[in-house]
């Protein structure tokens, strides 16, 4: 009956954003923030010509050079590991740093996943298509180092190991949901999965892969979970979800966060992928 009843409030606080989240903020949860620069601080600039970034746990930044390697920048701008055969499978269709002791790097055109350790160096790479999985577009790092991935073929959610072998698996996702989703990021943190679809929101199953609630956030970006809130972009606004108080918080972005390629909320930070390098800014 909780979860119930805590699902109910979310929803309807999302769908009264939806309808009127300028009239309607301060009864909802929703706040606008005052004062721009009262709510975005800046840290520091890390220079450098990137095409990729990303952000894990412990502030390490990583990052694809001109040069094409991979590099892990730690949070004092130091370089302290690269990976120079990124390009082997073509561009990547991305790059899982959710677990900084095992990056996930996935060609989707390839069905393949390269994995790395904290050092970047490889350890292995398994093709997808050689385990009867042809059909993956999400994936993740899980709790247990294994690998999270969303089976469109089959519908289900699925948990397996280095070499590919299946370890557990949900319900045919046709028997849950209708329409049934089509996750595009998968996230493991506190205790879930959070499988997300920019038209349907999030899906959260548990480790044994039981459906515990859904959150309607739509048309989402750049989707990070960190210290227990939901980061994510939508028509230059930052939403951060609060999961364990159900707040939901928006900040119009200022007109100087146009000029970037590539935008992170995570760890109470804002990154910004900029033509000269990363700007860190504090989110108050």
């Given amino acids: 009956m ?18 009127a989240q300028d009239a309607a903020a301060a009864d909802t949860g929703f706040h606008q923030q005052p004062g721009i620069d009262s709510v975005f601080e800046h840290k520091t600039f890390v ?22 390697q991979l590099i892990k920048i730690n949070a004092n701008g130091d370089s302290v590991a690269s990976f120079n055969d990124v390009k082997k ?4 269709s991305f790059i899982d740093v959710s677990n900084p002791l095992k990056i996930l790097v996935y060609y989707q055109g390839f069905s393949t996943v390269v994995i790395l350790d904290r050092l970047l160096t490889l350890r292995t790479s398994i ?42 698996e949900t319900t045919d ?45 739509l048309h ?8 227990n809130v939901i ?19 928006q900040y119009k972005l200022p007109d100087y966060f146009n000029n970037y390629s590539i935008i992170k909320a995570t760890n109470g930070k804002v990154y910004l992928l900029k033509s000269d390098g990363i700007e860190i800014l504090k989110l108050k």
């Fill in 220 to 227: 989402w970006k750049n989707i990070a979970i960190s210290r």
């Fill in 127 to 168: 093709n997808l298509r050689k385990m009867g999985l042809f059909s993956v577009k999400a994936l993740a790092t899980s709790y247990d180092n294994n690998i999270w991935i969303f089976d469109e073929q089959d519908m289900k959610l699925k948990k397996i190991d280095n070499d590919g072998n299946t370890l557990m």
């Fill in 47 to 68: 220079k450098g010509k990137y095409s990729f970034m990303d952000v894990d746990v412990l502030d390490n930044l990583y990052v694809i050079t001109d040069a094409n």
């Fill in 231 to 249: 980061y994510g972009f939508d028509n230059n606004v930052l939403y951060s979800y609060q999961l364990n108080t159900l707040t939901l918080k």
């Fill in 89 to 92: 499978y073509g561009n990547p």
């Fill in 173 to 217: 996702w046709r028997q849950l949901f209708d329409p049934v989703p089509s996750p595009s990021q998968i996230i493991d943190a506190d205790n879930f999965v959070y499988l997300y679809d920019e038209n349907k929101g999030f899906a959260i199953f548990d480790y044994y892969g039981s459906l515990k609630s859904s959150l309607p956030f």
């Fill in 2 to 19: 909780k979860l119930i009843f805590t699902y109910l409030i979310t929803l309807l606080c999302a769908c009264t954003h939806v309808c």
